[in-house]
């Protein structure tokens, strides 16, 4: 079904479902009045937002001096109202805000922001299994709004986590549709074994981030410290990201349709030098300047463009890629219900099209096209005045097609084939290559078929709540059931096409001079195909209380919860726990916490499976202290609060059932006879189980305070230390004389993990017409290993890791190049200075020196060591602004990294350099090198050698570069038409919107995206994209 199809379903819905409702009415399909309802009186309508702008759902409007006459705000904060007259007042309430009353007055709409009330918040914040008091709130819990996360023309929701919340460190590396998801972390990593990914909770249940559209999101939260999840116990290690969807309320129904499309760019591609240029920097550096390589005539006509077929100059990277990528999202929500059935209806589609090239005149398309849907639907149902039942059913279906051809490998050939070796294809249309087993860069991407790969899943949940009032106020109970379901399946239709020699010349006729050197397929081919899946079974119970005594106020929770998880392997995963919350809060200002989770893995041996992990935390609102009244009109909040706790995180990495002894049943012959001639396989020990193995333990600390000023500018700053020990690892210095084959395993690793994170938020409606907003947030975390498997005599020396951070860069110590006045007459090294003995060719000025590290007057392999610097960033930033005037709004959003680095390069990449001169490219600051006319030690490039000269592209500091960036994340423009268009076409809002993501970069690092996960710049892009969109309300 078309868009324009669905939303003519969805509106035929809209009007025959909201004939009898008290909201909108506008239940003439003609648009005119009915006169009788004109006669009651004035008909007024308006939008509730809070103070950063969000609608307001479920707000409570009504008339002041009648009673029953009211309605509730739709989804998007609107609500219609007819009132007696002009005299009329309505009273505005909604729980956790300030009540207003307002006179009608001559106007009709009104645009209404509500102040929040901290005194009367109630459960407004999302926690683990549950949801709080925000007041009470004393973990390091912070909630993102769901529309900050409907940015980005991309499929992956992890992609727009970046710089939206302290403490999540999140990093796109790759834009390659299907692989372009960010890997992302709660406080960064504390551990070297095991998983490092937080754990992500939808509706209570453990599902991928990015199989979630955001469309379906209700709520937000990340749970940082120990007192957040500590009731997720060997889970809640990395931290815990809840993510609610989107739920019915009471009200006649509210359609929604979102459309965007967009069309994107690659930041920044690898620049080269073009074939001439290539040519003559070949000839510069061939020190036989009697034997060149390329002759003038050669080089001119390759510069002139004589002959595109015999004298080449190609961009690779433009032949396999295209100029621009496209993508297409739509989402279709409709809500609404009574106060016996509420529903939640969401529908997304997603479409992208990727930038690698394609051969049109074949008859079957290579191209990159990803296109996903996803379905949701809620549906909550009173069966009695205390019991509610919950139904949610959701789920996707994506399809995903590529060339076969790998997308890494296209980017490596297209830069080891040289601009003018051979064209793409010569004028004949014939495919050139220079060996039956070289690789023609566009030929691999477009004649070599392609994969197509089909997920799909689907999730449900079952729960039914009862209010169990009747045996004391305040307690409920709730049983949930969920069943998740995934699929996968891929097929590659291959083949190959036929390849030409390189041609020498030109007949007498015109024609190329060239002969077949490999045949190709006729037809595509039918093979490799793959099936999987998985699937996951939940339950869980949960008792809660909540109640009020004077000025007590408590909050109880108590859970038994169990899951299976089967992927196809021989055994399930299974785990198993109970967890329990007690909060006391006395008289709104003092506060304290007690959580717990004791469960278990099948992982580990009987008696180490399952643990207790306990937290507390403690709390105090300053700001409601009675000495604090003086302050009231500018101190809104000042809270203090801490936590410790220990948490746990099984999925430890290594073998499974570590704790099993294995058998070889293939192993080695055993032979025998007198020159050893007979034999027999036989059986062998294999890996030695070892029993007390349990999970990682996590234990963390929080300190943290959060201060508001004139209910609009806050500020949250936390401090945070984590001791990460019982890290699981393979034991390393095991010595041989022990009889191991394999080295055991053993919990033996300690990390501690530490930093420091803020946020500062500034909201002010200035008049009614002018609104302004800013954000912006700070993260800061650094990891230390403290115990890790190595030698004592490593430890604390320059290959030791112990004391330094995890994935600490590796390579030798640079010292600078090589002048004239290292060498004697004859060309040697002066005595006293290291021989260089890890590179294939005499050194010579301009090649880079290191530090002879050991001391041993050579310089080799055992001189490598730890140089500094990590590619997880340690720093993380966002900030960002909203400015709103009457119906235009502007949105922007710019995020960072700081303390990254990289080793660049490699021999492969750096041509000329390894000796193969008719393979390579050359990046485009070439110039920036060293050269006798340009002895500088501050230049990029070292000497450029014809010969081989390894010595110049080991990984070193000289190649560690600084790959701190800030980009201009979003910036946003949209339109709201006025209420008085909107009411004739029966359309409570339209907005139109035009955006960008990820529009500029500014790093010190200027070759390529230095996000992207690569040494060489060799990978598909991230990409840079303007999109153009429409956002309507019924």
Not at 461 to 470: D, G, P, V
Request: glycine share 10%; net charge neutral.
């Amino acid at each position: 079904m078309d868009l324009k199809k669905a939303l003519f379903v969805c509106l035929l819905f809209y009007y025959g479902t909201s004939a009898n409702s008290a909201l909108p009415e506008h239940s003439s399909m003609s648009g005119k009045t009915n006169m009788s309802e004109q006669a009651k009186g004035i008909r007024i309508s308006g939008t509730i937002t809070d103070k950063d702008k969000n609608p307001l759902p479920g707000v409570n409007v009504r008339v002041l001096e009648q009673t029953g006459t009211g309605v509730i705000t739709d989804m998007d904060g609107h609500f219609y109202l007819n009132v007696p007259g002009k005299n009329s007042v309505i009273e505005i309430s909604y729980i956790g805000f300030k009540t207003q009353q307002i006179k009608v007055g001559s106007k009709i709409n009104f645009d209404v922001i509500l102040e929040e009330d901290i005194e009367a918040l109630d459960e407004v914040v999302v926690t683990g299994y549950g949801s709080q008091k925000k007041m009470s709130v004393i973990g390091s819990i912070e909630t993102l709004q769901p529309k900050k996360l409907q940015v980005g023309a991309t499929r992956s929701l992890s992609n727009n986590l970046a710089g939206q919340i302290a403490g999540v460190i999140a990093v796109q590396r790759s834009g390659e549709p299907g692989y372009d998801s960010s890997n992302f972390w709660i406080r960064g990593i504390a551990s070297f074994s095991g998983g490092q990914s937080p754990l992500v909770l939808v509706d209570g249940i453990e599902r991928d981030l990015n199989n979630i559209d955001p469309a379906e999101i209700e709520s937000f939260s990340v749970l940082k410290d120990a007192s957040a999840s500590a009731m997720y116990g060997v889970r809640g290690a990395n931290g815990v990201i809840v993510i609610n969807t989107k739920r019915g309320k009471v009200g006649a129904p509210s359609v929604n349709l979102r459309v965007e499309h967009s069309i994107a760019e690659p930041t920044k591609l690898p620049d080269f030098i073009g074939a001439a240029d290539h040519m003559a920097l070949i000839n510069e550096i061939t020190e036989n300047k009697s034997r060149l390589p390329f002759s003038q005539e050669q080089i001119d006509r390759t510069r002139d463009g004589y002959d595109r077929d015999l004298y080449p100059d190609v961009n690779w990277l433009d032949e396999i890629t295209k100029d621009y990528a496209y993508s297409t999202r739509a989402n279709l929500t409709v809500s609404g219900g009574s106060d016996f059935l509420r529903y939640s209806l969401v529908g997304s589609y997603f479409g992208e099209k990727g930038i690698m090239e394609t051969d049109k005149s074949l008859p079957y398309d290579t191209g990159t096209k990803l296109t996903r849907y996803n379905m949701r639907a809620n549906v909550d149902l009173d069966v009695t005045k205390t019991t509610v039942l919950r139904l949610n059913v959701g789920g996707f279906l994506q399809t995903h097609r590529k060339q076969a051809f790998s997308t890494d490998d296209a980017f490596d050939r297209a830069f080891i084939t040289s601009p003018f070796v051979y064209p793409a294809r010569y004028s004949d249309g014939t495919i050139p290559i220079m060996a039956i087993n070289d690789v023609n860069p566009w030929a691999a991407v477009t004649q070599q078929g392609y994969d197509v790969v089909t997920a799909s899943q689907i999730q449900s949940l079952f729960a039914i709540e009862q209010n169990l009032k009747m045996i004391t106020p305040g307690l409920k109970a709730k049983v949930t059931f969920s069943f998740d379901r995934w699929n996968q399946s891929s097929i590659t239709r291959g083949k190959d096409a036929t390849y030409h020699s390189i041609a020498t010349g030109r007949d007498i006729e015109g024609n190329l001079i060239h002969s077949v050197l490999k045949y190709g397929d006729d037809s595509l081919g039918h093979g490799n195909k793959g099936e999987y899946g998985n699937s996951r079974v939940y339950f869980e119970g949960t008792l809660t209380y909540a109640h009020t005594f004077g000025k007590h106020d408590v909050d109880a929770l108590f859970l038994y919860n169990q899951q299976s998880y089967d992927n196809g392997s021989v055994q399930p995963y299974r785990k198993q726990g109970i967890a329990g919350r007690l909060s006391y809060t006395f008289d709104s200002r003092y506060v304290t916490e007690f959580n717990f989770g004791y469960n278990g893995s099948e992982n580990f041996a009987k008696g180490k499976r399952f643990g207790f992990f306990p937290s507390v935390a403690v709390g105090w609102l300053l700001s409601e202290e009675p000495f604090m009244d003086r302050f009231r009109n500018t101190l809104s909040k000042l809270k203090l609060r801490g936590s410790i706790g220990k948490v746990g995180n099984d999925d430890i990495g290594g073998r499974r059932f570590a704790y099993i002894t294995t058998l070889n049943t293939n192993a080695d012959k055993y032979n025998w006879g007198d020159t050893g001639q007979i034999g027999r396989t036989g059986i062998s020990e294999g890996e030695v189980g070892v029993e007390n193995l349990t999970w990682e333990t996590a234990l963390k600390m929080n300190l943290g305070f959060e201060l508001g000023l004139w209910n609009e500018l806050e500020l949250q700053v936390d401090v945070f230390k984590e001791k990460r020990t019982n890290i699981f690892m393979q034991r390393k210095i095991i010595p041989s004389q022990t009889g191991f084959l394999t080295n055991p395993w053993a919990n033996f690793g300690e990390v501690t993990n530490r930093g420091v994170e803020f946020s500062l938020n500034y909201n002010k409606q200035i008049n009614k017409d002018w609104f302004v907003g800013f954000r912006s947030n700070f993260t800061y975390a650094i990891n230390r290993v403290d115990e890790y498997d190595e030698p004592e005599t490593v430890k604390g020396t320059y290959r030791g890791l112990t004391g330094r951070s995890l994935n600490t860069l590796y390579g030798l110590q640079a010292e600078r190049l090589f002048t004239e006045d290292d060498f004697d007459a004859n060309g040697n090294l002066k005595f006293g200075i290291p021989t260089q003995d890890v590179g294939a060719s005499k050194v010579r000025p301009g090649d880079i020196k290191y530090i002879d590290m050991n001391g041993d007057g050579i310089i080799t392999d055992a001189d490598e060591g730890y140089i500094g610097g990590t590619v997880d960033p340690r720093i993380v930033y966002g900030f960002g602004g909203n400015v709103s005037y009457k119906n235009w709004d502007l949105n922007f959003f710019f995020q960072g990294t700081g303390d990254t680095y990289r080793v660049i390069g490699g021999t492969t990449y750096f041509i000329p350099g390894s000796g193969q001169t008719l393979q390579g490219n050359v990046y485009s600051n070439y110039n920036d090198r060293w050269t006798e006319e340009n002895p500088s030690q501050d230049v990029f490039w070292p000497r450029l050698t014809e010969e081989p000269n390894r010595q110049n592209y080991r990984n070193s500091t000289w190649w560690k570069k600084n790959m701190r960036f800030m980009r201009l994340k979003t910036l946003e423009l949209g339109y709201t038409l006025p209420q008085s268009v909107t009411d004739k076409i029966h359309s409570k809002a339209i907005r139109f919107y035009v955006s960008g993501n990820n529009l500029f970069c500014f790093s010190p690092f200027k070759l390529w995206d230095p996000e992207l996960n690569t040494n060489t710049g060799l990978r598909y892009p991230a990409m840079r994209s303007v999109m153009f969109g429409v956002d309507l309300n019924f």
